[in-house]
């Protein structure tokens, strides 16, 4: 008898994205003339920068000859010409001190935040924002990490720091002791960032605590306020207590590409049942490797281009739109009445629904009277009922018609 892994059976109904694309297919469906303008989904528009696109064409030539071939990377940890110019840039030019062999490329931070928690043991408490993006919830509770769903459908086992208007989105260490720790600023889907300040109370709690930072920056691209950390390792200490997710899927438009990276430092420790202390890196290695081939060279190459002095430019002015419709959601909504948060520092725009409406109550007003698909604050947890997001990716010709629907749909 083949036995199932149980601990899929205690997620909650369907992946949140899923249940958008089923109640957007019912109304197409319903209503085949209707042009729906998607401002839910976190995809890009806007395409590849045209220094990447040039780097991967000369790329596939060089594939496409004998002396130049080449198969797997560098141990399935990314090429070197690749880390090189992540270290040099997103981290050297930035004052922090970030060596080579702890960046490990990789397909996704969705994926990497997905499979970090498969190194760490089951023992280990988990807390996570609320709202959250659902992988960190999800992943957990696959791995057996935590109860069944409880109140409001937060599970047991899993402590949960709530992210509101009061304390401007950005969770407070909690009282109790805990081990593992998602954070994620610039914050999907609030849109809220955190200081320098803030993280440093975090780094002081982790290491109070013997507690690990998984702290998923994909977003740290669109922050425009020049006091805002880039990343956790700004922070002195973070390096004893972090790893760091980076992605290029809405820096460089690599949604359809797939490239992104993790910053494990040499001298993060986790324990042994013993007390004695192991090193992070290498196991997260071991497991990366053992389960993962590489990023392909070409997709490489491409990620390589984006620091370059004309990738840097192209790269810039693609943000600078999806930046640019953020302020104009942000604005317009503002001005219609509604109550926004984000789109300052992240492509994110979170909207506090009218008059008490529930989340997925307003995401059908929307979708039924605007043709305007959002996504639903509660499928983010329980905080998050109340809100709906919005996201800047979409092409300004939509942005405005969206806008101008919504407007006429309250």
Not at 80 to 92: P, Q, S, T, V
Not at 216 to 242: C, L, M
Not at 347 to 361: D, H, N, Q, R, V
Not at 371 to 385: C, L, N, Q, R, Y
Request: hydrophobic letters at 40%; glycine letters at 10%.
């Amino acid at each position: 008898m083949t036995l199932i892994n149980e601990n899929y059976l205690k997620l909650q109904a369907g992946y949140l994205f899923p249940e958008i694309g089923r109640r957007r297919r019912a109304f197409q469906e319903a209503h085949p003339e209707a042009k729906v303008i998607s401002m839910g989904i976190g995809d890009v528009t806007q395409p590849l920068a045209p220094a990447v696109t040039a780097a991967m064409k000369k790329a596939v030539d060089e594939m496409a000859r004998t002396e130049t071939f080449r198969g797997y990377d560098d141990g399935g940890i990314g090429y070197e010409f690749l880390r090189e110019a992540i270290r040099e840039n997103d981290y050297e030019a930035r004052g922090v001190d970030i060596d080579i062999d702890e960046i490990i490329v990789s397909d996704g931070a969705k994926c990497d935040t997905g499979n970090m928690q498969e190194i760490f043991g089951l023992d280990n408490i988990v807390a996570v924002s609320d709202p959250v993006y659902p992988v960190y919830v999800d992943t957990n509770v696959m791995a057996g990490r935590t109860g069944a769903a409880a109140d409001k459908g937060r599970y047991e086992g899993i402590v949960y720091m709530p992210c509101t208007e009061e304390n401007n989105f950005v969770p407070q260490p909690p009282a109790g002791k805990v081990d593992l720790i998602y954070l994620c600023f610039p914050n999907n889907p609030t849109g809220g960032v955190a200081t320098k300040q803030q993280l440093a109370e975090w780094v002081d709690y982790a290491r109070r605590n013997k507690a690990i930072i998984l702290y998923d920056a994909a977003y740290e691209a669109f922050i425009s306020e020049p006091d805002i950390p880039h990343s956790i390792f700004e922070v002195d200490g973070a390096k004893d207590v972090a790893i760091e997710f980076r992605s290029f899927s809405k820096t460089a438009g690599f949604t359809g590409v797939r490239c992104a990276f993790t910053v494990v430092p040499k001298q993060l420790k986790a324990y042994k049942k013993d007390g004695k202390a192991v090193e992070v890196g290498p196991i997260w290695k071991r497991r990366h490797c053992t389960k993962f081939n590489g990023v392909s060279y070409v997709t490489q190459a491409g990620a390589a281009a984006i620091y370059t002095k004309e990738g840097k430019k192209q790269v810039k002015e693609i943000i600078d739109i999806y930046m640019s419709n953020a302020k104009l959601i942000r604005e317009t909504l503002g001005k219609i009445g509604y109550t926004v948060y984000g789109g300052v520092n992240a492509p994110y725009i979170w909207l506090k629904t009218p008059e008490g409406a529930g989340s997925w109550e307003f995401f059908d007003k929307l979708l039924n009277k605007a043709h305007v698909v959002t996504t639903p604050g509660a499928g983010f947890g329980s905080a998050g009922e109340g809100y709906v997001r919005l996201t800047a990716f979409g092409t300004p010709a939509n942005v405005e018609e969206a806008l101008e629907r919504i407007a006429k749909a309250v």
